[in-house]
């Protein structure tokens, strides 16, 4: 199966979504899958929600091409240096859509009770309007969308093997994203978000 670079334009209110379903061939998704999922360095990190501080319903690993570290609900990541993996991954997303970034923050979901609750990638070290790439590998899993003012305003895509979903413009402002659990999935999961900190 050859890799297919033509995005979908995801129409939204204050959004700005492209979604490029086949944007890795089969081949070479499944590739990158096993290599990352034995390579990268996983940590199962506690977060702050709420007041409470609580292990994350999935586990984390933080690269870049720089040294800054990133924040978010009270945790201070420091980014180790990336391999060649991930920069031959970043160069290809950067090739086709035009965008650079510093940082990939990888989730690995081992199974439907792995998750991330609802939030916005709009931590002050982001900048305003941040251009978040997020890669998926492996399982399935349905990625919903919420807008923030307008609450009856709200978006599903089930995320393929493979695919690229970038999120830009004004989308982090007005939509809060999650991962929710899935009795129906078994498999896991590898979420590669890249951004830029400045």
Same mark, same amino acid.
């Given at each position: 199966?050859?890799? &297919? ?5 995801? @129409? /939204?209110?204050?959004?700005?979504? *492209?979604?490029?379903?086949?944007? /890795? ?6 590739? $990158?899958? *096993? ?12 977060? #702050? ?64 009770? &792995? ?5 916005? &990638?709009?931590?002050? *070290? +982001? ?26 305003? =709200?978006? !599903?895509?089930? +995320?393929? $093997? ?5 999120? #830009?413009?004004? @989308?982090?402002?007005?939509?809060? $994203?999650?991962?929710?659990? @899935?009795?129906? !999935?078994?498999?896991? =999961?590898?979420? +590669?978000?890249? =951004?830029?900190?400045?």
């Amino acid at each position: 199966m050859k890799q &297919d670079c033509t995005p979908t334009y995801i @129409t /939204l209110p204050d959004a700005n979504l *492209e979604y490029y379903p086949n944007f /890795l061939s089969n081949e070479l998704a499944n590739a $990158h899958f *096993e290599t990352l999922l034995n390579l990268l360095q996983w940590e199962q990190y506690s977060i #702050k929600i709420f007041g409470k501080t609580i292990p994350q319903p999935r586990l984390t690993a933080l690269y870049a091409l720089n040294s800054e570290p990133y924040s978010y609900s009270g945790l201070k990541l420091n980014p180790l240096k990336f391999t060649k993996e991930l920069g031959e991954i970043y160069s290809e997303i950067s090739n086709i859509t035009g965008y650079t970034f510093t940082h990939c923050l990888a989730n690995l979901y081992r199974n439907g009770n &792995d998750s991330m609750g609802w939030h916005a &990638d709009n931590e002050k *070290e +982001l900048g305003k309007n941040p251009i978040i790439a997020s890669l998926s590998l492996g399982e399935v899993r349905n990625f919903q969308l919420r807008h923030k003012i307008k609450s009856e305003l =709200r978006h !599903s895509i089930a +995320l393929e $093997h493979g695919s690229l979903l970038i999120m #830009k413009g004004a @989308t982090q402002e007005f939509w809060k $994203h999650q991962l929710p659990k @899935t009795k129906k !999935s078994f498999e896991p =999961r590898i979420n +590669l978000t890249f =951004r830029t900190i400045y």
